[in-house]
């Protein structure tokens, strides 16, 4: 099957340019700048992008899908219909479902159920335990993307807080680590005067107090600490505050094929977009773990953004019922679905100049391709499986829970107008998402690394 698309602007690898692109059989066979003879052959499919930005799909390295043991919520096959909607052509899913993706058998089912299910492609963390690093050695490098380990969360039952076991997962793993990080002696004491002074369930208000700016900053602090002792990849996941920033070198990521880095931190949208003063108005639905905290935390990591401190831009995509949201800080569930919306969320960021276009892919493309060694993926490249989205601006267009694929029917940014749309996704060359649309039938591929 050979497929063009033609007429748009692409934005790839820094540069800004128009061309048309030809696929065939699932990959890009040629980018072709504009006025230059495209190749004849029989095509297809013919694709106009005119008046559309061209952008590699976009890679989430942190979500929660929920399959298995928490299908109420979500699954992969509504998730990745979500994913498909905003742009997300690639996923790796956490491991706290039920059961834990902590085994290697837990893991191969994950694999079974979204060869079954995912509408794009996918892989999954392994999760640490504190007695699991044994398996660690029959993992297969070139399935997964690396090791997840809770550093203080409760999320999941699946806290790692023993000093030997954090040793010893940090001398040992293969993988890359993407840690969770928060010390739950630090949020146990807050919480318990929280609960004294304003009751058994404080309000939201009080969620950035108790999951504070010291109980990330000595968890990471901890984490960098053992990675450096041990030579280890570390991923801080979801970084919160400007405090934690200084442990993130600034750098140029642009030019090298790879992260030169070996501990290197993720953003996520709730915390680039959002600040304390919006829990006013949006209470439980933007409660999360780490808590999004203050305006000025929030502007430090939007300077991270262009400076190579903050390496990838995720979601911590993580659905909830709403009847799980009711409540304060200790009865409403932590987490928000996003992924449909985190790339019109940050072309809104690009528009109000917080970052560049360019840089927007470095973050949500090329970096996560980068960082986790993916194969012939995160870049518009012959040869590369053509992961695409186009996006359109200057059309203006409100969420309603009409349009939200998430199977918990609900998000954060219901009544937002946002001014960028995803026009259509492919996914290896297949159109998934496009009109509004999901193709159901379609299903993804599974990612391979290194």
């Given at each position: 099957m050979r497929t063009v698309i033609e007429g748009g602007t692409i934005v790839n690898e820094g540069r800004i340019s128009d061309g048309t692109i030809l696929i065939e059989d699932g990959s890009i066979v040629a980018i072709v700048p504009i006025g230059t003879i495209v190749p004849i052959a029989p095509i297809d499919t013919v694709i106009s992008a005119h008046g559309c930005y061209i952008l590699p799909g976009i890679i989430d390295d942190h979500v929660h899908f929920r399959e298995p043991g928490l299908t109420e919520k979500a699954d992969m096959d509504s998730e990745s219909r979500a994913a498909a909607a905003g742009g997300v052509t690639s996923f790796f899913d956490?491991?706290?479902?039920?059961?834990?993706?902590?085994?290697?058998?837990?893991?191969?089912?994950?694999?079974?159920?979204?060869?079954?299910?995912?509408?794009?492609?996918?892989?999954?963390?392994?999760?640490?335990?504190?007695?699991?690093?044994?398996?660690?050695?029959?993992?297969?490098?070139?399935?997964?993307?690396?090791?997840?380990?809770?550093?203080?969360?409760?999320?999941?039952?699946?806290?790692?807080?023993?000093?030997?076991?954090?040793?010893?997962?940090?001398?040992?793993?293969?993988?890359?680590?993407?840690?969770?990080?928060?010390?739950?002696?630090?949020?146990?004491?807050?919480?318990?005067?929280?609960?004294?002074?304003?009751?058994?369930?404080?309000?939201?208000?009080?969620?950035?107090?108790?999951?504070?700016?010291?109980?990330?900053?000595?968890?990471?602090?901890?984490?960098?600490?053992?990675?450096?002792?041990?030579?280890?990849?570390?991923?801080?996941?979801?970084?919160?505050?400007a405090k934690e920033l200084e442990f993130f070198a600034p750098s140029s990521l642009s030019s090298p094929s790879t992260l030169s880095s070996r501990i290197t931190a993720e953003a996520v949208i709730s915390h680039l977009y959002f600040s304390d003063r919006d829990y006013n108005r949006l209470g439980t639905r933007i409660k999360c773990n780490p808590a999004i905290k203050t305006e000025r935390d929030r502007e430090a990591l939007q300077q991270a953004l262009t400076d190579g401190r903050i390496t990838v831009i995720g979601t911590d995509h993580a659905p909830h019922l709403l009847s799980q949201k009711e409540g304060g800080c200790v009865k409403a569930a932590s987490g928000m679905p996003m992924i449909q919306f985190s790339l019109v969320t940050m072309l809104e960021l690009v528009d109000q100049g917080v970052l560049t276009l360019e840089r927007l892919v470095e973050l949500m493309c090329h970096n996560p391709a980068r960082l986790f060694e993916v194969r012939d993926r995160g870049f518009i490249r012959p040869g590369y499986r053509a992961d695409l989205v186009l996006v359109r601006p200057n059309v203006g267009w409100t969420v309603t829970s009409a349009c939200i694929q998430s199977k918990c029917g609900w998000s954060p940014m219901e009544g937002h107008t946002y001014l960028w749309r995803v026009e259509r996704t492919l996914c290896n060359g297949h159109t998934v998402y496009v009109g509004g649309n999901v193709d159901t039938d379609y299903i993804g591929e599974e990612i391979a690394f290194r």
């Open positions: 956490m491991p706290n479902t039920i059961p834990q993706t902590t085994t290697l058998e837990a893991l191969e089912e994950k694999f079974t159920l979204a060869r079954q299910k995912s509408h794009v492609n996918y892989s999954f963390f392994y999760g640490a335990t504190n007695d699991n690093t044994d398996t660690f050695s029959q993992l297969d490098i070139h399935r997964i993307p690396g090791i997840k380990l809770f550093m203080g969360s409760s999320t999941g039952n699946m806290l790692v807080d023993r000093r030997e076991s954090l040793e010893r997962i940090f001398s040992t793993t293969p993988l890359p680590l993407m840690a969770h990080c928060e010390d739950t002696g630090i949020i146990n004491c807050n919480m318990a005067v929280a609960k004294k002074q304003y009751g058994d369930d404080p309000k939201m208000a009080h969620h950035p107090e108790i999951r504070s700016e010291e109980a990330c900053y000595e968890s990471t602090k901890l984490a960098v600490e053992l990675a450096r002792k041990h030579h280890a990849r570390l991923h801080v996941a979801h970084l919160t505050t």
